[in-house]
């Protein structure tokens, strides 16, 4: 008779795109993962998880999950495969790296990743050594958040804000550009905490959602216009004197360019920019000045624009003004990367490059790099990403993809819609299966994951395969023969940042996890890493760069050739791409609706339930309608990166999205994005 060993539960880390990096607890039967929960003890996760991590299992033993390698037998995009040994999917892809670099140059190979797994040495560790060995072009990893990074950081040096943990103190939150219940859970349960003892939440946003629906007070905005509502504010605060001069004066650089620039800034002005009342601009600041302590939590979704470095760098300033940075529970966050900086050089080795001045492919103009590039790209090694889907103007990216001198290697743990191009497809482990690194980008815990289970079928850790590639082509074995553990030392001796001291991979092996700055950070105030020490209201790093040093609201760049103005965001229970491939989320999410104003319905003469189709001139897409008052009039939004539906001959949003950069930090511009909207019926006539 089999014995079945008892049930045993184990640590784990939760290892998506998601600021929460939430400590997981799981429970293992005869080594088979029977049950995911949160981990009770984590100071953050506090025991709770979302939905879709709690059903993890159905995702790491789908049935589709790849299990080895595959060689492309028939078109590019035909899904056409047969299985071949790693050994034959070595050879094949490090014969043709050199064939290649022998004809081309390396730079004709391009690394696509993006944050699939966030584990350090699965994100940016081996393979960025491998790709910086090997000469290849660089990737610009743009997609997420790069044009607010670098406008947070032009006003604050870095990015830091405040310790999440404190916002139990918070009186008063700004939601802002945020889909706080889909997206950050555990700050919704701190910011609810926080509610018990009186605070007020406020979520401005360009659609009304599962945030505003919990949240007090829903400010409605127009898209790509924040930054003319973070200047009314200011406008407000400094008229009527609710400005901390104190704080100003020993903190802050410029404030009389800001003050002159906020003056023009009326309510009135803002009310036509930005459809926000201007009563409600007045009442929306003075809350703000008078409120302690205050916190705003910025989003991803409002730098999304062509404008989005400039509205997060407006924003940003207002904590200034007010002095909330000293007060405890008090100050601003977009993204709290800064604390756990590791030893970036130890990592990924630059110093391995041939030639520093390769050249950059930003990963937001993927498909005029297919398409567009000399020399061209002749290799695309895609790996913890889904380009096809994820990356704007997709008929470009696809265009390229189906490009028949393109050699694409696609490693991933489902056959996604990217892999159905690529000539050799690789199993990649989840991230249960290794050892690992995880730092958050928003509390500042760092944890160590150790495996829990054995490796699934034939596949590899992104590790492991850029090891082994690069001890196939005899790199130096310094770089290339090392094991995780080894790596993980290396990127924790980080003697440039203090706050990871005493954070070391036995200490992390002890405690599961360790919080940057033992818990004990030294307030903002002591240690704004901007070139003058203070945070800049005026900016010179701005005005050299040819950017307006002082905070300003310019229109977005898109043409008005197309009525509408669409906002493509995330939904709630897919993280980008992942889990689109899960039947139960699926129905959870139903389909990508589209919605619309009933005004706007109305003019069209259309009617709720009804498919439209959405189209510019990059591409087009089918929807169903939902119409209501969730947005503004003239804006449309629909969300989730969902997978192509061949069924009903649906192509995912992407379709429609410009590979226009940002303002600042080379970022995407999905959301500022114009189209029309046609009844189905009418196009089929045509
Ligand atoms: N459930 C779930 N969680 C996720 C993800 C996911 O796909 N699903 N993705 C993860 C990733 S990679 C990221 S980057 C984060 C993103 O999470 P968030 O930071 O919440 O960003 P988004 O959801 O892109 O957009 C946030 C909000 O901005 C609004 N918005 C769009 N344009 C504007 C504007 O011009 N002004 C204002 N004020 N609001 C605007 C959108 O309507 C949306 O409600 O979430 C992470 N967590
Ligand atoms: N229209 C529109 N487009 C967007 C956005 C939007 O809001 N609107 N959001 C943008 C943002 S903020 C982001 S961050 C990007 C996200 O874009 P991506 O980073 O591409 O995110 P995912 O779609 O989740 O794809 C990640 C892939 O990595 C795979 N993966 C997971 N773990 C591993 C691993 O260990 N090894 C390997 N090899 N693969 C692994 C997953 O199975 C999945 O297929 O999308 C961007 N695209
Ligand atoms: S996706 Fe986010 S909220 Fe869900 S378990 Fe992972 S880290 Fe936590
Ligand atoms: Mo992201």
Not at 565 to 580: D, E, K, M, Q
Request: net charge negative; proline share 5%; charged share 20%.
């Amino acid at each position: 008779m089999k014995t079945t060993a008892a049930p045993i539960t184990v640590r784990s880390v939760c290892p998506f795109d998601c600021p929460d990096t939430c400590g997981l607890s799981v429970t293992l039967e005869d080594g088979m993962i029977t049950k995911i929960t949160g981990d009770q003890e984590h100071p953050v996760t506090r025991g709770a998880i979302c939905n879709k991590v709690r059903q993890l299992t159905d995702r790491f033993y789908h049935p589709d999950r790849l299990l080895y390698p595959m060689r492309r037998t028939g078109p590019k995009g035909s899904f056409s495969f047969e299985r071949i040994s790693w050994e034959e999917a070595y050879d094949e892809i490090t014969n043709r790296m050199k064939d290649i670099i022998n004809a081309h140059g390396a730079e004709a190979i391009l690394p696509y990743s993006f944050y699939g797994n966030m584990g350090v040495l699965n994100a940016e560790g081996m393979d960025r050594r491998f790709f910086h060995r090997l000469g290849a072009s660089r990737l610009d990893r743009t997609i997420c958040n790069a044009a607010g990074a670098a406008g947070y950081s032009y006003t604050m040096g870095g990015s830091i804000g405040i310790d999440p943990e404190e916002t139990v103190h918070t009186k008063l939150f700004l939601i802002w550009g945020c889909n706080l219940v889909s997206t950050n859970m555990h700050q919704t349960m701190l910011a609810s905490e926080a509610r018990k003892n009186g605070a007020t939440i406020i979520h401005i946003d360009v659609h009304r959602n599962r945030t505003s629906a919990w949240a007090d007070r829903f400010v409605h905005i127009r898209p790509g216009t924040d930054a003319a509502l973070a200047l009314g504010m200011m406008h407000v605060l400094i008229r009527d004197g609710l400005t901390d001069a104190a704080f100003i004066g020993l903190h802050t650089i410029g404030y009389e360019e800001l003050a002159a620039q906020a003056a023009s800034y009326t309510p009135q002005l803002v009310e036509g920019i930005t459809g926000v009342p201007a009563a409600e601009v007045e009442e929306l600041a003075r809350l703000y000045g008078q409120s302690s302590p205050t916190f705003i939590r910025i989003g991803n979704g409002l730098q999304h624009h062509d404008n989005g470095g400039m509205a997060v760098r407006t924003i940003s300033c207002l904590p200034a003004l007010t002095g909330q940075w000293n007060v405890r529970g008090g100050g601003a966050m977009k993204g709290n990367g800064w604390y756990a900086r590791l030893n970036a050089r130890k990592l990924v080795r630059p110093d391995l490059m041939p030639d520093t001045n390769v050249r950059t492919v930003s990963m937001n103009q993927l498909g005029d790099a297919l398409n567009d590039l000399t020399p061209p790209v002749k290799m695309l090694f895609v790996y913890n990403s889904n380009p096809a889907i994820v990356a704007p103007d997709q008929n470009r990216v696809r265009q390229g993809l189906m490009r028949r001198d393109l050699f694409t290697v696609a490693h991933d743990l489902f056959l996604t819609d990217t892999c159905k191009y690529a000539d050799i497809v690789l199993p990649a482990t989840s991230h249960f299966e290794n050892l690992d690194l995880y730092s958050s980008y928003w509390h500042l815990y760092l944890q160590l994951h150790e495996p829990v289970m054995e490796t699934m079928g034939e596949c590899k850790s992104n590790f492991t395969l850029f090891k082994e590639l690069g001890l196939r082509l005899g790199f130096e074995r310094d770089a290339f023969d090392i094991n995780e553990e080894q790596m993980i030392r290396e990127a924790l001796d980080s003697k440039h940042n203090p706050l990871l001291e005493g954070i070391t991979f036995d200490e992390l092996k002890a405690n599961t996890w360790m919080k940057a700055g033992s818990g004990s950070l030294p307030p903002i105030t002591e240690r704004i890493p901007t070139p003058s020490g203070k945070i800049e209201l005026y900016s010179d790093s701005m005005r050299q760069a040819g950017l307006p040093p002082v905070p300003v609201h310019t229109p977005l760049r898109e043409p008005e050739t197309y009525p509408f103005l669409l906002t493509t965001g995330p939904n709630h229970s897919f993280i980008n791409s992942t889990f689109a491939n899960q039947e139960k989320l699926q129905k959870l999410e139903k389909e990508p609706f589209l919605h619309m104003h009933s005004d706007d319905a109305a003019e069209l003469g259309l009617t709720d339930g009804e498919r439209v189709k959405i189209r510019n001139d990059r591409g087009e897409a089918e929807l169903t309608l939902r119409i209501g008052q969730d947005v503004l009039p003239g804006v449309l939004v629909t969300q989730g990166l969902w997978w192509d539906d061949s069924r009903r001959g649906q192509q995912a949003v992407n379709a429609l999205t410009p590979q226009r950069l940002a303002d600042m930090g080379g970022g995407a511009t999905f959301f500022s994005n114009r189209v029309e909207v046609l009844k189905l019926g009418t196009v089929q006539e045509e």
